[in-house]
């Protein structure tokens, strides 16, 4: 129900209303979630209120382009962040998540053991959608795992037990330069069913009909703040990597802009 909730929701959102009830709809829209418009189009000129979720940045964010910097790869708020403890990690309040469970094949069966660091990021409705490379990397597969699409807001994370690996989700495996590796989770939610990659379109979320599906690459690399794909509305972003790959420099509840320098690259 909440897929079929979240397509609906969707298809309306794609609507091209007529042009003076569409400035209406979007202006309503920013002032209702006090949305900051200073790095985008002004609201009358999104044509469909999904346009106005995806908006794109009329200009590049600066951020530290040292090779050592790791910075965030999107808006949102870090609502944890830690190391797994018997392959667990906390999703917000002392609520977990299992990691096995979350990543599924994209860890071979000799990462399956390790305790992982992780960054939870919540992107609100008001924040920018889309979503970036956090430093130089190799993705070396996605993984689609079809699923529910609860909302991934605080209140329902405190009602629904290891929400995240419950929901629809697509997992990046990525290689940074040191050889260590990388997950970036990219989790649905309810009315963000939809989400896009740029450098595959074969993942296709909040399918009527979604199997599990893994995709393989052999030469793709993504470049520090080369965009990934976006999200059609708000929802999260985990980042978990093998211990020691990157030294996290940020706290539970900061408010994050994409190219926020969040740790070191070790």
Same mark, same amino acid.
């Given at each position: 129900? =909440? ?20 400035? $209406? ?14 790095? $985008? ?13 995806? =908006? ?8 530290? #382009?040292?090779?050592? &910097? ?22 917000? !309040?002392? %609520?977990? +998540? ?30 920018? %959608?889309?979503? %970036? &490379?956090?430093?130089?990397? =190799? ?14 807001? #605080?209140?329902?994370?405190?009602? #629904?037990?290891?929400?995240?690996? /419950? ?21 649905? &939610?309810?009315?963000?069913? /939809? ?5 595959? @379109? ?10 599990? @599906?893994?995709?393989? +690459?052999?030469?793709?690399?993504? /470049? !520090? ?29 900061? /408010?994050?802009?994409?190219?926020? !320098? ?5």
């Amino acid at each position: 129900m =909440r897929g079929l909730i979240s397509r609906i929701f969707g298809f309306v959102a794609a609507v091209k209303f007529p042009r003076f009830v569409q400035t $209406f709809i979007n202006e309503k829209y920013v002032s209702g979630f006090k949305i900051d418009m200073s790095e $985008f189009k002004q609201p009358k000129e999104y044509e469909s209120l999904t346009a106005l979720f995806t =908006r794109e940045l009329q200009r590049p964010r600066n951020f530290d #382009v040292s090779p050592q &910097a790791f910075i965030s790869p999107s808006d949102g708020t870090c609502l944890e962040l830690g190391v797994s403890k018997e392959l667990k990690a906390i999703s917000v !309040k002392g %609520h977990e +998540y299992g990691i096995a469970e979350l990543l599924g094949d994209s860890m071979d069966r000799s990462e399956r053991d390790a305790e992982l660091e992780y960054v939870n990021i919540y992107l609100s409705p008001r924040d920018y %959608h889309r979503y %970036h &490379a956090p430093c130089d990397m =190799r993705i070396l597969s996605a993984l689609y795992v079809p699923g529910e699409l609860y909302s991934v807001a #605080v209140s329902a994370l405190l009602k #629904v037990p290891n929400l995240y690996a /419950k929901n629809e989700r697509v997992v990046l495996k990525c290689k940074l330069a040191s050889g260590k590796k990388m997950w970036l989770v990219f989790v649905g &939610a309810l009315n963000v069913g /939809k989400m896009k990659f740029d450098f595959d @379109a074969r993942i296709q979320t909040n399918a009527c009909a979604g199997n599990v @599906a893994l995709y393989e +690459y052999e030469n793709l690399s993504a /470049k !520090k703040g080369e965009q990934l794909g976006m999200f059609e509305l708000g929802s999260t972003i985990l980042i978990l990597s093998e211990q020691g790959a990157v030294k996290f420099d940020l706290t539970a509840e900061q /408010k994050l802009k994409y190219g926020d !320098k969040i740790g070191t690259i070790n």
